[in-house]
């Protein structure tokens, strides 16, 4: 039986969690908050089992889906996202898809979506570059603190097993030490801060403040050791200053004098770590050129069956069990081409359709920037989760076009004050295995 103090206690958080949702129910910006907080700052071995393991970030978006989704209205993208869904429930429901990847896929591609979607059309586009923005530089700022003083202060946070003894593992490249942040891997910190620097680009900051954030989030990037997070970086910044309206012409100076800079200084050292890295960087590379080998199991619909006791030629598909290091290929053999061509319609008609209506944001640039990362890296940790939060925002902001968003004239949090606004706050599964090589 329950001691009386297990069951008081159950009781008080029972009572506390419902106030906290009766008081955020009214608060779709405070709840946008402490969401975009917990994506950089809490690694996803922290959460809870029902069943089965759901981290904290997820139970969060699954929570703020269900408080703020009263008045939400659908578009033309949201039918793919919906049919997508759909057809992994039911193939679940057929035993055609495994238990685990019909639950991470409704839950961290599907749901950050909407969520997405919804925080849009709640708080509106200045707020949600406002805290990207800042929270991002913030997390660069500490992940180069991690390289300076070799420590990471996440994995001494306390979560599920083994998915915390799996992430929560440090990775070397020539000799140093890749920082990765709560991200428990340095190329998802890569790509999340790669995405986030279109927003630093675009917020309300000074050129001068704009610049140097950007070269915080762009350091902390090289200092992950990770080529597509590098590539997907630099895609990112020359890509916002071609497009963004809000990048004025001395940003374009300021960032585009840094870029050169930058480049003159870190291109010879980065060569050098990559060359010293040797066997293990080309073995990555010729890893990744091997995942095609994979399509001649994949179905039109449903999950590859068996495929990893399979010999093709005279290549043993069980050599890629544990690292399917490509989210198309990834993607595919868990449900076929007919869901994941669902699922990837979605992101190709945030993009066509953002374009066609000139309807230019940071978050379009971040995820055609993120393209490339999509054959190099699958949805590991928080990246997919951010990902699709960003491709729902951006179909948000499709759907509003036209008509006014709330929120945009809000106040802003308080990291650096500029012109009256401010650019963010500071911070106050299974790993995919061969990935050293990343």
């Given at each position: 039986?329950?001691?009386?103090?297990?069951?008081?206690?159950?009781?008080?958080?029972?009572?506390?969690?419902?106030?906290?949702?009766?008081?955020?129910?009214?608060?779709?910006?405070?709840s946008?908050?402490?969401?975009?907080?917990?994506?950089?700052?809490?690694?996803?071995?922290?959460?809870?089992?029902?069943?089965?393991f759901?981290?904290?970030?997820?139970?969060?978006?699954?929570?703020f889906?269900?408080?703020?989704?009263?008045r939400?209205?659908?578009?033309?993208?949201?039918?793919?996202?919906?049919?997508?869904?759909g057809?992994?429930?039911?193939?679940?429901?057929?035993?055609?898809?495994?238990?685990?990847?019909?639950?991470?896929?409704?839950?961290?591609?599907?749901?950050?979506?909407?969520?997405?979607?919804?925080?849009?059309?709640?708080?509106?586009?200045?707020?949600?570059?406002?805290?990207?923005?800042?929270?991002?530089?913030?997390?660069?700022?500490?992940?180069?603190?991690e390289?300076?003083?070799?420590?990471?202060?996440?994995?001494?946070?306390?979560?599920?097993?083994?998915?915390?003894?799996?992430?929560?593992?440090?990775?070397?490249r020539?000799?140093?030490?890749?920082?990765?942040?709560?991200?428990?891997?340095?190329?998802?910190?890569?790509?999340?801060?790669?995405?986030?620097?279109?927003?630093?680009?675009?917020?309300?900051?000074?050129?001068?403040?704009?610049?140097?954030?950007?070269?915080?989030?762009?350091?902390a990037?090289?200092?992950?050791?990770?080529?597509?997070?590098?590539?997907?970086?630099?895609?990112?910044?020359?890509?916002?200053?071609?497009?963004?309206?809000?990048?004025?012409?001395?940003?374009?100076?300021?960032?585009?004098?840094?870029?050169?800079?930058?480049?003159?200084?870190?291109?010879?050292?980065?060569?050098?770590?990559?060359?010293?890295?040797?066997?293990?960087?080309?073995?990555?590379?010729?890893?990744?050129?091997?995942?095609?080998?994979?399509?001649?199991?994949?179905?039109?619909?449903?999950?590859?069956?068996?495929?990893?006791?399979?010999?093709?030629?005279?290549?043993?598909?069980?050599?890629?069990?544990?690292?399917?290091?490509?989210?198309?290929?990834?993607?595919?053999?868990?449900?076929?081409?007919?869901?994941?061509?669902?699922?990837?319609?979605?992101?190709?008609?945030?993009?066509?359709?953002?374009?066609?209506?000139?309807?230019?944001?940071?978050?379009?640039?971040?995820?055609?920037?993120?393209?490339?990362?999509?054959?190099?890296?699958?949805?590991?940790?928080q990246?997919?989760?951010?990902?699709?939060?960003?491709?729902?925002?951006t179909?948000g902001?499709?759907?509003?076009?036209?008509?006014?968003?709330?929120?945009?004239?809000?106040?802003?949090?308080?990291?650096?004050?500029?012109?009256?606004a401010?650019?963010?706050?500071?911070?106050?599964?299974?790993?995919?295995?061969?990935?050293?090589?990343?």
């Amino acid at each position: 039986m329950p001691s009386a103090i297990v069951i008081s206690a159950g009781l008080a958080a029972c009572i506390a969690a419902g106030l906290a949702a009766v008081f955020l129910i009214r608060a779709a910006r405070l709840s946008f908050v402490v969401w975009i907080l917990s994506v950089f700052f809490l690694p996803v071995w922290v959460g809870v089992n029902v069943g089965f393991f759901m981290s904290a970030i997820t139970l969060l978006t699954v929570l703020f889906v269900a408080l703020h989704s009263g008045r939400f209205r659908l578009s033309g993208p949201d039918a793919f996202m919906l049919l997508f869904t759909g057809l992994v429930v039911l193939l679940f429901a057929a035993k055609q898809v495994e238990l685990t990847y019909a639950v991470s896929g409704i839950l961290e591609l599907v749901l950050p979506y909407f969520w997405g979607r919804i925080v849009y059309e709640r708080v509106g586009s200045a707020t949600v570059t406002a805290w990207v923005a800042g929270v991002a530089v913030g997390v660069a700022a500490l992940a180069i603190v991690e390289f300076v003083t070799g420590t990471n202060l996440f994995v001494a946070i306390p979560g599920s097993e083994p998915l915390k003894e799996t992430w929560a593992e440090l990775q070397p490249r020539a000799g140093f030490v890749r920082v990765e942040g709560a991200f428990g891997h340095s190329i998802a910190l890569g790509g999340a801060l790669a995405m986030s620097a279109a927003f630093v680009l675009a917020s309300r900051a000074k050129a001068w403040m704009k610049a140097l954030g950007l070269a915080i989030v762009g350091l902390a990037v090289v200092l992950t050791f990770s080529r597509i997070g590098i590539v997907t970086f630099v895609l990112t910044v020359v890509l916002s200053l071609i497009l963004l309206r809000t990048v004025g012409a001395a940003t374009r100076w300021a960032v585009g004098g840094l870029l050169i800079v930058a480049a003159a200084i870190l291109v010879p050292f980065l060569d050098t770590v990559f060359a010293d890295a040797g066997g293990e960087a080309g073995g990555s590379a010729d890893y990744r050129g091997g995942l095609t080998v994979l399509l001649s199991q994949v179905r039109l619909i449903g999950g590859a069956s068996e495929w990893e006791s399979l010999v093709v030629g005279d290549v043993y598909l069980g050599n890629f069990r544990a690292s399917i290091d490509n989210a198309f290929i990834a993607l595919l053999l868990r449900y076929g081409y007919l869901p994941t061509a669902a699922l990837f319609a979605v992101y190709a008609a945030a993009v066509v359709l953002a374009v066609r209506s000139r309807a230019l944001s940071p978050g379009l640039v971040a995820i055609v920037a993120q393209v490339p990362g999509l054959f190099a890296v699958a949805f590991i940790t928080q990246y997919g989760i951010l990902l699709w939060f960003i491709v729902g925002v951006t179909v948000g902001q499709i759907t509003a076009s036209g008509r006014p968003t709330p929120s945009d004239e809000a106040p802003r949090p308080k990291f650096m004050i500029m012109d009256g606004a401010a650019l963010g706050t500071s911070a106050k599964g299974r790993r995919s295995v061969a990935t050293s090589g990343k």
